[in-house]
């Protein structure tokens, strides 16, 4: 795996500081809100704070945002096929993540020359219909050269089953916010 990508993903849907205090630094940020684009003040004091933390901080479909404030990386959700990322950031160490939930989803994540996958659900949800299980995640990610990550219905008992997968970390909400 790239050196320079984390192994653990969390999922949060606010910039509010004293939500992340606790976490461990080698756990990076996604800001993932569809409903809320956040403003100029918020990215600015949480990019600070997870700088000086030396915590890695990406936004979700706000390519223009990660840019203009100098983040360290983006997350290109599932529904977002648009080949526009696929330019990567010429920043030294930019992060492009994606998510997917199929081999027709890897392979756009692929053309958008993401640096991570993130395959999910790897295990039930409270919102997923038909998660991938155990099998189906590590013959999916077999079928692309680009590092995955497990997500979704992760918990802590759950936790030792991903030494059996070709997962290279992994990303959650749920679980970050219980450790906190």
Do not use: W
């Not at 959700?77 to 027709?104: C, D, E, M, T």
């Not at 692929?110 to 991570?116: A, K, N, S």
């Amino acid at each position: 795996m790239h050196t320079n990508l984390p192994k653990f993903y969390h999922f949060i849907d606010n910039l509010n500081i004293k939500n992340i205090e606790k976490l461990n630094k080698n756990i990076a940020l996604i800001y993932r809100n569809y409903q809320k684009k956040p403003d100029k003040d918020s990215i600015i004091k949480f990019r600070n704070y997870c700088k000086k933390n030396k915590q890695k901080f990406l936004i979700s479909n706000y390519i223009d945002l990660t840019i203009k404030y100098n983040l360290d990386g983006f997350y290109v959700p599932a529904f977002n096929k648009s080949q526009l990322y696929k330019h990567r950031q010429k920043k030294k160490n930019f992060i492009i993540v994606g998510s997917a939930h199929n081999l027709k989803e890897i392979r756009i994540k692929e053309q958008q020359r993401v640096q991570l996958i993130f395959l999910s659900p790897i295990f039930k949800t409270k919102n997923s219909i038909r998660p991938l299980g155990l099998y189906k995640y590590n013959n999916l990610a077999n079928l692309t050269k680009t590092p995955t990550i497990a997500l979704g219905g992760i918990t802590q008992t759950k936790l030792r089953f991903l030494k059996i997968t070709k997962s290279e970390g992994f990303a959650a909400i749920d679980f970050f916010k219980r450790k906190i």
